[in-house]
């Protein structure tokens, strides 16, 4: 049985993001005349925290940095800047979406298989990165589901949940495709099978309960690498193989 829709990360699964999302709060934080500097490692440490809005009053709470209580108070106009910034970057082409992904939405929409977003980034930051990807791929999306659409973040199951009800279907004859650790916690703990891209900033986390990890999806030139996961298979990762890894 093929998987009666496909759910997807957005930031380090649909593309390559978390560094403009970084540019885009440095930018911000010399737009608002504040001091900060987020350098990758520190913004590496900083995605444990889900959420924009959240992970600056982490940072503001934790780091204790110069103008704390000002930027503390202008959070929400901070917050939307930073977002407009970040669609600037996204539109001027800054990001592509990553191997696989436009192929396997592509395949899965001409199937009649739904596809769905279930991110914790904001609904304007999902927009633009499918504006940017074309109409072909953007009208294969039949569910955002957005992070503030939901009372709690990844890695609680929350936004997951949302997605399958607007979708309509149960959890275990679906796949997530996610990066991090935290978002395939929030997938399994929904009950998603979920196969894992590695990205750039972030780690997978334990292997054991997922279907895989791999280095990306899959290109007919470029083939994934599995990094994890003993489910047989290899190339690319289409409709039939999530249906023989469903089957196992």
């Known amino acids: 049985m093929r998987p009666k829709a496909i759910l997807f990360d957005v930031d380090g699964t649909l593309a390559e993001t978390e560094e403009l999302h970084r540019q885009a ?5 010399r737009e608002f005349g504040l001091d900060w ?3 990758p490692a520190l913004y590496r440490d900083l995605l ?3 959420g924009g809005k959240e992970r600056l009053l982490h940072y503001i709470a934790a780091y204790d940095p110069p103008d704390a209580a000002r930027a503390e108070a202008s959070l929400a106009e901070l917050h939307a800047a930073k977002t407009r910034t970040y669609a600037d970057l996204i539109t001027a082409g800054e990001a592509r979406l990553r191997p696989g992904v436009a192929r396997l939405m592509l395949e899965a929409h001409a199937a ?3 596809v769905a977003i279930a991110t914790t980034t904001s609904p304007e930051n999902v927009e633009a990165l499918l504006a940017t990807a074309g109409r072909d791929v953007a009208h294969t999306v039949a569910v955002i589901a957005a992070g503030d659409m939901v009372p709690n973040k990844k890695p609680a199951p929350d936004v997951y949940h949302y997605a399958l009800e607007r979708l309509g279907c149960a959890a275990a004859d679906c796949v997530a495709i996610e990066d ?6 929030a997938a399994l703990a929904a009950g998603l099978p979920t196969v894992i891209t590695r990205s750039a ?16 999806l899959g290109e007919p030139d470029a083939p994934f690498v599995r990094l994890a996961g003993d489910r047989e298979g290899e190339g690319m990762v289409t409709l039939d193989l999530l249906r023989r890894w469903l089957a196992d």
């Open 180 to 185: 991090s650790a935290a978002g395939a916690e």
């Open 48 to 50: 444990a925290v889900a």
């Open 112 to 114: 009649g298989i739904p």
């Open 25 to 29: 709060f440095n930018r911000t934080f």
């Open 201 to 216: 900033f972030t780690e997978p986390g334990p292997a054991e309960r997922v279907l895989c990890v791999l280095s990306d």
């Open 37 to 39: 500097d987020w350098d």
